[in-house]
């Protein structure tokens, strides 16, 4: 018996396609793009003339560790974490998700050892069970000035859900906290640590970077190269920063902290990556470069929607203002997409994965857009 095709038309729809955007049809046949048309049919989903966009790609978001521990010294059921953070992600618009685990402890309270391999166990069973909306894959963001990190990194050497891997170094005059006044609010006045628990905390954290940065960070990019996982470099703020991560086979620059950073990196064939919020507040809350000044430099080449999912569609309509919403939507689909090797999805082309957003335009400035489907593979999801 021949197998019956599944086909589902989306009609009356704004298509939003890697270089422009059509009014027409789509056909999804057996979960997969099948046909793109300009002229009218009158049976399928009308989508009332909104947007029907390609699914996001999200290669950064620690969103996860909000529902796992949502209150410090609390641990939330691992299952229904990941499946509130699931639904978040899936409802926003993110059809595939790198979700971060972070390797390494920290002083601000990290985890005991293996409970992020529970829990990236975890996140598989769900898939396995048929829980989860979007489709899940791991992001081990390593601390290599912590003692720990390749402790906690062994857990995950074979474990295939993992193709991406970034290096950073969180240590006071480092990157990110090149300037203390931001590792005094993230380290000092948050945590309320007096002067000498201050004091300590920082001598410790620069004797850490000293000692085990550079080795770490050789170990990690060793095995990452050797096993054919993409390496992202955290926060580089410097031409030396730029040069050490190229010459370490990095391919993402996550959030670089400076213009000249972002430069460099684009310039040697590195993928930069900033954050959504960044585009949304406009401007960084870590008061580095804004996205918005790379963006106009020609070196922004992904967003992220790091700590809150719906922040990546809307700032993908947001620029759409300045760059036209395929150039827009690009940093948010297609470019992550292909930076992670995934070529079966990130755009509306006939045979790829029928991954696919109705999306109803933003009502005014500053208001996010509404979005009003979600399918995977042709499925709805949300």
Known sequence: MTPRTSEEV??????????????GSLLVRDGAIADISTGSVSAGIDCDG?????G????????????????????WNMLGAIQAHDAQIATSGITTVFDCLRMGSDDG???EAGEMRALADTIEQAGREGRL?????????????????????????TDPAVRLVSLMDHAPGQRQFQSMDQYILYHKTKRGLSDAAFDALVARRIEQSARFSEPHRRAIAEHCRAAGVALAAHDDATLAHVEESRTDGVVVSEFPT????????????????MGAPNV????????????????????????????VPLSLIQAAFDLSERIGLPASMRLVSSNPARVAGLADRGAIQPGLRADLLRVRAPTGAGTPPVVRGVWRGGERVA
């Open 10 to 23: 989306f009609r009356n729809a704004a298509i939003v396609l890697p270089d422009e955007i059509v009014h």
């Open 50 to 54: 909104e947007f029907l966009t390609a």
């Open 56 to 75: 996001l790609v999200e290669l950064h978001t620690d969103h996860l560790e909000g529902h796992y521990a949502p209150r410090p010294g609390v641990r």
């Open 109 to 111: 309270g990290g985890y």
């Open 133 to 157: 909306r979007a489709e899940h894959r791991l992001h081990l963001r390593c601390e290599v000035s912590s003692p720990d990190v390749l402790d906690a990194f062994a857990w995950f050497q």
């Open 258 to 273: 400076s213009l000249e950073a972002a430069r460099a990196a684009h310039g040697a064939g590195m993928a930069v990556l």
């Open 280 to 307: 949304v507040r406009g401007g960084s809350h870590s008061g580095n470069v804004s996205a918005a000044e790379l963006l106009d430099n020609g070196v922004l080449d992904i967003l992220s929607s790091d700590y």
